[in-house]
């Protein structure tokens, strides 16, 4: 029988990545926050601390800190119609669905994603495309939930066929962890899928090193073939990535695999995910000693989401934290809706 996702803290115990004893507080946790390690990562998560860490609940989720919301980044108020986020003039986010191959222990989303929920329905989605037909201002669409590539290639192809037809559209984007967390997802027919006459960024989320495997050269090469550029997405995390050392060999691991380092996250305040945080002043001195050590090629920017949906702005440039920090208006009198947030922009 072939391996199966873990999915239950009995099933943890089970593969020996928690202690027998842990169980009864982890299915606490499990009940609150989707818990899922496919096959592949519960093998790597076995042998890698940092891997395990960022899969494997801890008790300490539960526990939400002062500073810590449900919605970071107040995405919500900017949702025009369901699956839809729109923060930035020129692009908007669509959110086909809210699955994922793995749930991360930090992911700002961690209310609302879940293996059940969220995928929009055929006539959710055909809203949510007439939308982006009706929105010339909006130059790129970033795909993102969940994960976009856990759709079937029918479906994810056929959506993607629809927003590269329309005229506005100049580049669409994906945001995604299968590459590295389920590489046997990436088949001819998914491939065939993304392989489109508009430019397409493909910007896949890691945060060590370990995470590109023997399997990951094979999966980001045929990934590159389509033509789609290929983008890193990293969160700074306490324990898995927060040394010089590891930063290094994430954004070299990222290049030899023709990704391209982009952007480093610092950790949005999602309820429970305290354990992860790095302050700014540390991270931005990482960045600093890996300055000149690196090839500029392996540089990310270092960001941080601001508050009240005031977006991303890069850390360390003086300016832009205090226009994000002011935070946004909705445009249009958008109603407040109950979507879900993402801002993967
Ligand atoms: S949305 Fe991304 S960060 Fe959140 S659980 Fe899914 S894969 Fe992890």
Not at 170 to 198: N, W
Request: charged letters at 25%; glycine letters at 6%.
């Amino acid at each position: 029988m072939a391996p199966r996702p873990l999915r239950t803290a009995e099933d943890l115990a089970e593969a020996g990545l928690v202690p027998p004893d842990a169980v009864p507080a982890l299915r606490d946790v499990s009940r609150r926050y989707s818990v899922a390690l496919t096959p592949h990562v519960a093998a790597l998560a076995a042998r890698e601390p940092a891997v395990a860490r960022q899969y494997v609940p801890d008790a300490a989720e539960l526990k939400t800190a002062p500073h810590e919301l449900d919605d970071p980044t107040a995405d919500a108020p900017f949702s025009p119609v369901k699956g839809v986020v729109h923060r930035y003039p020129d692009r908007a986010l669509l959110k086909p669905l809210l699955a994922c191959p793995v749930y991360c222990r930090f992911c700002f989303r961690r209310e609302a994603v879940g293996p059940d929920g969220g995928l929009l329905s055929e006539a959710e989605l055909d809203a949510a495309l007439e939308w982006f037909a009706t929105k010339p201002e909006i130059r790129e669409v970033i795909l993102t939930g969940g994960d976009p590539l856990m759709l079937s290639p029918r479906r994810l192809g056929a959506m993607l066929a629809r927003l590269a037809a329309l005229p506005h559209v100049e580049t669409l984007r994906i945001h995604t962890r299968v590459p590295v967390a389920d590489p046997a997802r990436i088949s001819p027919a998914l491939l065939a899928a993304l392989m489109l006459e508009k430019p397409l960024y493909l910007c896949v989320h890691a945060n060590h090193a370990s995470e590109f495997t023997p399997d990951s050269f094979p999966t980001l090469r045929a990934l590159h073939g389509t033509g789609a550029v290929l983008l890193g997405q990293s969160v700074l995390l306490r324990g898995v990535n927060d040394s010089e050392e590891a930063l290094e060999a994430l954004f070299r691991a990222m290049l030899r695999h023709r990704v391209k380092p982009y952007y480093l996250h610092q950790l949005d305040p999602a309820p429970g995910t305290a354990r992860f945080h790095v302050p700014e002043e540390e991270g931005l001195a990482l960045l600093r000693a890996l300055r000149g050590r690196v090839t500029g090629l392996a540089w990310p920017s270092y960001v941080r989401e601001a508050p009240a949906g005031g977006g991303k702005y890069p850390l360390g440039m003086k300016g832009f934290d205090k226009a994000a920090d002011a935070g946004r208006t909705p445009p249009h009198g958008w109603a407040h809706s109950s979507v879900g947030r993402a801002a993967d922009s």
